[in-house]
Structure formats: structure tokens, C-alpha cells
């Protein structure tokens, strides 16, 4: 019997499917070097990472050579807004970006900013969207780019890019999305979303960790930011490592294929989450848009009780996370908590709880009662 605790964090990666591992392990029978076509061991290589290619193109609607492979989506979102702002030498100096943004974004932007450009740092209102009237304030014609998040790492909550691209392209400004968390949870469409560039990890969709991809418009330029060889077309130098992207193209076909009944799985599974804990008898902190939110996706905090202490208490029982990063022995809450408004008490008390393909009814269950416990704790 399994005696581990129910895994309930998948926004901070999401279990290796079964059948991409089967992938990845065949895959690496595909040793020959995929950048190397005068034998039968590149082309063999070249051809598997050529499919690859399309299962993720196809996941975003996308043509396959507008797929760049990286090591996850830090390394995209880098590549994106540090390589247009090399391009564009100049000519267009404003960066912009919301105050929700993960790290990878954020610290990005905020080193364009230190090197001379002019950084952006948009807030959101109390549900984490960002206001499009702010947006319509702030990019003008001097704007380079706009970075925002499709589906926020901490609250779930799914940004209107579609309307944001309008405004961004009507000033000849681009758009990056950090979009980590939308694969396999909501359709992606980069050409509706008006999408300039696109971040993924593999990680994110029951692939395999080590893997990413940016999504680069025909008409966006970029300059890469490393140097020693012409491997993905210049942007991207070095050998791509060929079984983790097999696994990210097996995971991407499937991330696909399965969006309906994951999706629908994981809103019922969701919504009877939180109904549970609705009725826990505490006073409990919903965090973001219940609306605007990605399936199986929830952000709540027991009032009084830090988001650390009841990880604590339901460590064995269930895995969750919080909000918060820790830094040395100094506990920091949640820049995104803060940033939606709510006081250092109150954002103390997040915690994440994030669902996936492989959560189960009878899981629920457990997180349910163990959450039980912690409150008839509080209520003694």
C-alpha cells in the first residue's frame, strides 16, 4: 500500500505520463547527433526531433520551424524580451510587464531595466487580472515589448492576452506570454491570442524536466543571446538533448488530445475542493478570480494560520505549497498576494493546491479530510 501523500502541486510540476516516459526511454535508443544529416544515425535523430517540433507547434497552433527548443521556460522567457531588446538597439526603450509576473519575468525585466531601458511594473486588481485601461495608459509608441502571464503561477487566474495583444500591436509593440501553465489546463492559440513570442516547459505538461520551448513569431526579431553554433536556426546554439524532446513532443500530443477531459476532470474535481473546504467551519481566503481561473487551480488561506503551518500539518497526508518563497531563515509572502492588495497577515496565510490528470475523486477525499482536521484543530 502507498503509504506517500497525495500529490497536489501540480502547478510546481506535474507527474512524468506513463506514456512520455515510454518515449523518452525508447528515444534514447536515437543516439546519433540531430544537427548531423551525412548518416543514418543523424537523420534518424534529426527526423525524431522533427516530429517533436510539429506535437508542439500543434499544441499552440503554430507552424513548426516558429518552435525554438530551450531548457524550459525560464530560459524562453529570457531569450524573448532579453533578445528584443538587443534587436531593437534602441530605437524603442520602454519594457512592460505586471507585478504578478513569475520571477523568470519579472528579474528579467527588472535587469533590462538597470541597463538602461525603461521598466514597466504594472499592478493588478484584487483578482490578479490586470486592468485593460492601464494597459491602454502605458504602451505607447515607445513600448518594445509586453510580458504577460496567460495563466498566473500562484492564483491560477487567466489573463485577457487576446485584448492586451490588440492594444500592444496598434503601437507596434510586441507581446510575451509566459504561458508555463496553460498547457493541458486551457486551449492555446497563438495567432488569437496575437501571441509575438510564447513560453513552455515540458515539465509543466507530464513531460520531462529540462526541456522548453519559445514560440517566435515570422516577423519578430531576435538576437541570440549565446554564441557557438547554428543550431535552432541561429537563436539557439548547442546540441538539443533528443529524448527530452521526443518526451516533450509525446507530452504535447497528448496535452492536446486529452484538453477536454482533463479540463472537465479537473473543474469538478476543483470545484469539490473547494466546496469541502467551504465548509470547514473557518474563516477562509479565496484568492483570485474564480471566474477568470484555470482548471484545478485554487489559492486559499485559513485565516489566523500561516500558509507554512498548515503545509506542516498536512504534510503527510497531502502535498501541497505555498505562495511564499523562503529566503534564508527570513519567511517572505507572496509578491503576487501582495500585489492583488491583501495585507502581510492575510497573504501569510496562502497556500496552493493545484490538481491534474492523474488526481483522483478518492484523493480529493483525503485533502478534504486532512484540511478537516487542521480546522477542528483550530476550532479546539
Known amino acids: 500500500m502507498d503509504t506517500r501523500p497525495v500529490y497536489l502541486d501540480y502547478q510546481a510540476t506535474t507527474p512524468l505520463d506513463p506514456r512520455v516516459k515510454e518515449v523518452v526511454l525508447r528515444s534514447f535508443e536515437t543516439y546519433g547527433n540531430p544537427h548531423g544529416r551525412q548518416h543514418e544515425y543523424g537523420r534518424e535523430a534529426a527526423d525524431a526531433v522533427n516530429t517533436a517540433r510539429q506535437q508542439v507547434a500543434g499544441l499552440v497552433g503554430a507552424y513548426p520551424n516558429r518552435i525554438l527548443f530551450t531548457s524550459g521556460a525560464t530560459e524562453s522567457c529570457n531569450l524573448a524580451l532579453r533578445g ?20 523568470a519575468v519579472l528579474q528579467t525585466v527588472y535587469a533590462l531595466g538597470r541597463s538602461g531601458l525603461e521598466a514597466v511594473i504594472l499592478p493588478v486588481e484584487t483578482d490578479g487580472l490586470v486592468n485593460l485601461d492601464r494597459i491602454e495608459e502605458t504602451v505607447d509608441d515607445n513600448t518594445l515589448i509586453v510580458s504577460v502571464m496567460a495563466v498566473n503561477n500562484e492564483i491560477g487566474v487567466i489573463q485577457p492576452l487576446a485584448d492586451i495583444a490588440s492594444i500592444c500591436h496598434r503601437h507596434g509593440a510586441l507581446l510575451h506570454t509566459d504561458a508555463t501553465q496553460a498547457p493541458a489546463r486551457i486551449a492555446i492559440d497563438v495567432d488569437a491570442w496575437g501571441a509575438d513570442f510564447l513560453s513552455m516547459s515540458a515539465h509543466k505538461l507530464y513531460g520531462p524536466k529540462g526541456v522548453g520551448a519559445l514560440y517566435l513569431r515570422d516577423d519578430a526579431t531576435l538576437t541570440p543571446l549565446l554564441t557557438g553554433g547554428g543550431q535552432e536556426r541561429g537563436f539557439r546554439p548547442g546540441t538539443v538533448p533528443t529524448p527530452l524532446i521526443c518526451g516533450f513532443g509525446e507530452a504535447a500530443e497528448l496535452a492536446l488530445d486529452e484538453l477536454q477531459s482533463d479540463a472537465e476532470r479537473m473543474v469538478t474535481l476543483a470545484s469539490k475542493l473547494r466546496e469541502g473546504i467551504d465548509t470547514l ?12 481561473r484555470a482548471p484545478g487551480t485554487l489559492s486559499f488561506g485559513f485565516k489566523g494560520l500561516s500558509g507554512d503551518k498548515l503545509v506542516a500539518l498536512v504534510e503527510k497526508r497531502i502535498a501541497i505549497s505555498t505562495g511564499a518563497t523562503c529566503s534564508s531563515e527570513s519567511a517572505s509572502v507572496s509578491h503576487v498576494l501582495t500585489a492583488l492588495g491583501y495585507g502581510y497577515s492575510d497573504a501569510a496565510t496562502a497556500v496552493r493546491a493545484s490538481l491534474g490528470r492523474f488526481t483522483s475523486v478518492a484523493e480529493v477525499d483525503i485533502a478534504i479530510q486532512a484540511l478537516a482536521r487542521v480546522a477542528e484543530g483550530m476550532a479546539a
Do not use: D, K
Open 84 to 103: 528584443a531588446a538587443i534587436a531593437a538597439n534602441g530605437q524603442r526603450r520602454r519594457i512592460i510587464t505586471l507585478a504578478t509576473e513569475h520571477a
Open 281 to 292: 467551519g473557518v474563516e477562509v481566503h479565496q484568492f483570485g478570480s474564480w471566474c477568470r
